[in-house]
């Protein structure tokens, strides 16, 4: 959203050595950076500039690395410090921007009018309301508030975060006739969900520029409208890896995995690189589909793309992909090679091992994970349930359940109750797990009660199982599935009466059975999918819709 000027006078305009131009990957900011070392690293701050612009900006995916080296400058000045700021609020992790900010003010480093919008635009993305105000104070108090290139990002940070009688307020003001400011306000509705009002900002435009054509393509793309986002991708009069990475995203969220990889390759074939959200997108392609060949074609294109320094998020996305593919020993290399890791490089070895049963050794990580007081999360707790489960550790399974709470503040939620349902079930304890239900302080969804049904008809217990299938029919009565484990659970018993009596509630319902049912795995996939799959989906009308967490 935020534009490049071409005509700054600020410590921010820069025209790099023909040197630097050449410096195109991580290995050789790495060999200059080592020569600067030898000659002593702060005595040069003309090569510093260069060496901080060339890793925050310049070179793919290298911003951890500027980060690095920025870390060991001993006064770096304010052209450095908007540099990196600029670069962190571009990259997969915008809140280093404002962490950067904060570092700035305490080192008493006046901010300039390059400085403010950068800052604004990661509290956008980090939808940071109270910061972005915090911010806009700071833009008055210094006066900038004047400034185009500050008042079009004020523009578009208050739309974004719903402000916007203030956003029309600044546009209305002075910059109607700025194309920048169009785009911003027609972002700002976009990303509101209000489409109706950014279409007739974007069909009013005096002028369209490539951030608009990407605002509305985005905007169609993230509401599952991919037929009017194509059409628009189609009509633009130029693209560029945003425009490109909105399509693939939005192919992926409805489910397109396919047309999101022929979108990638299309992408290719006229030129433009990819960068870390196209890479992003494609392993969750790569992992929904469980295609591992792909997968890995698009692992050895991120090497080829990084070089080798993917950062945490890409590392977990492969973790994620590996694991979902099947392939845990890749999956652990991923993990073991990681140079750093967050709670979500352990969610997810630790979940891909349960969700494949490999529940030893998803237990025994997170045992490592407690020694090296690394605090889990619920997603954590998610997969060493579902461990217990898989490895029949009851006793283990409840001392975990209650330290959620006692040690680690988690409230549980469905998933982790669903756990020990699935847990307390598959151990034959079905008394306790009705039990369990009825204790539960939030409502169990059918998932839940379907959980304690498949139990009952494995552990023949057609009472209970009457019960279960009693309240799900009251939240449902649609799915087959719920009719045959009922009817196969009578049948189990030889109670040929009960068989008949749901086959007719099947058909006075107008349920069909869908062919080739697998009970045993369809069940068994159910349920993992619940507990395992947080990414929304989109209906056949076009509305976000996901597995909620509480």
């Not at 003010?105 to 300039?112: A, I």
């Not at 991120?302 to 020993?329: R, T």
């Not at 009693?470 to 030889?494: F, I, P």
Request: with cysteine; net charge positive; hydrophobic share 40%.
């Amino acid at each position: 959203m935020i534009r490049k000027r071409t005509n700054d006078r600020s410590s921010n305009r820069h025209q790099r050595s023909s040197l630097w131009r050449n410096c195109t990957d991580l290995h050789a900011l790495k060999q200059i950076q080592a020569s600067l070392v030898v000659r002593g690293f702060n005595s040069n701050r003309a090569a510093l500039r260069e060496l901080v612009f060339a890793g925050a900006i310049a070179v793919s995916g290298t911003i951890g690395y500027a980060l690095r080296v920025f870390a060991q400058i001993a006064e770096p000045d304010l052209f450095m410090w908007n540099t990196v700021i600029r670069g962190a609020a571009q990259s997969l992790n915008p809140s280093d921007a404002v962490r950067l900010y904060s570092q700035m003010e305490g080192r008493f480093v006046k901010p300039d009018d390059f400085t403010f919008p950068f800052v604004l635009k990661a509290c956008t993305k980090l939808s940071r309301v109270n910061t972005g105000f915090g911010i806009h104070g700071r833009i008055i108090k210094f006066g900038f508030e004047s400034n185009t290139f500050v008042r079009n990002t004020l523009i578009y940070f208050h739309a974004n975060c719903g402000a916007l009688g203030i956003a029309r307020y600044y546009f209305e003001g002075s910059a109607k006739r700025d194309v920048v400011a169009w785009s911003a306000l027609t972002a700002g509705y976009a990303r509101r969900g209000e489409l109706r009002v950014a279409r007739q900002l974007f069909d009013d435009m005096p002028v369209k520029d490539l951030v608009s054509w990407n605002v509305m393509i985005t905007g169609y793309a993230k509401r599952g409208e991919m037929e009017t986002a194509r059409k628009l991708f189609d009509q633009a009069p130029e693209r560029d890896v945003v425009t490109w990475n909105a399509m693939i995203a939005g192919y992926v969220l409805c489910g397109g995995n396919e047309q999101a990889l022929e979108m990638f390759e299309e992408m290719r074939r006229v030129g433009e690189k990819p960068d870390e959200v196209t890479m992003l997108s494609l392993l969750s392609a790569c992992a929904e589909m469980g295609d591992l060949e792909v997968g890995q074609k698009m692992h050895r294109s991120l090497l080829e793309l990084c070089l080798g320094d993917l950062g945490v998020l890409l590392e977990n996305a492969l973790i994620d992909m590996y694991a979902k593919c099947g392939s845990i020993e890749r999956a652990f290399s991923v993990f073991h090679s990681m140079r750093e890791k967050d709670v979500s490089s352990w969610n997810s070895i630790i979940g891909g091992l349960a969700f494949h049963g490999h529940a030893e050794n998803s237990i025994n990580l997170f045992r490592e994970m407690q020694r090296l007081e690394i605090k889990p999360n619920e997603i954590t707790m998610v997969g060493v349930l579902v461990a217990c489960s898989h490895a029949g550790k009851v006793e283990e399974g409840r001392q975990y359940f209650n330290m959620m709470r006692d040690r680690y503040g988690i409230e549980p939620n469905t998933r982790h109750c669903g756990c020990m349902v699935d847990m307390l079930g598959r151990a034959g304890l079905l008394d306790e797990a009705f039990e369990f239900i009825q204790s539960m302080e939030i409502a169990p969804n059918a998932i839940i009660w379907r959980t304690l049904l498949g139990a009952c008809r494995v552990h023949g217990n057609v009472e209970l199982g009457k019960l279960a299938n009693e309240k799900l029919l009251s939240m449902r009565h649609d799915q087959s599935g719920d009719y045959v484990l009922l009817s196969n659970l009578y049948a189990l018993k030889g109670e040929w009466d009960g068989v008949e009596k749901v086959r007719k509630s099947m058909g006075d319902r107008g349920v069909r059975k869908e062919a080739g049912y697998s009970l045993t795995e369809g069940d068994g996939k159910a349920l993992m999918y619940y507990l395992f799959d947080s990414k929304p989906r989109l209906s056949s009308r076009n509305k976000v819709y996901g597995v909620g967490r509480g």
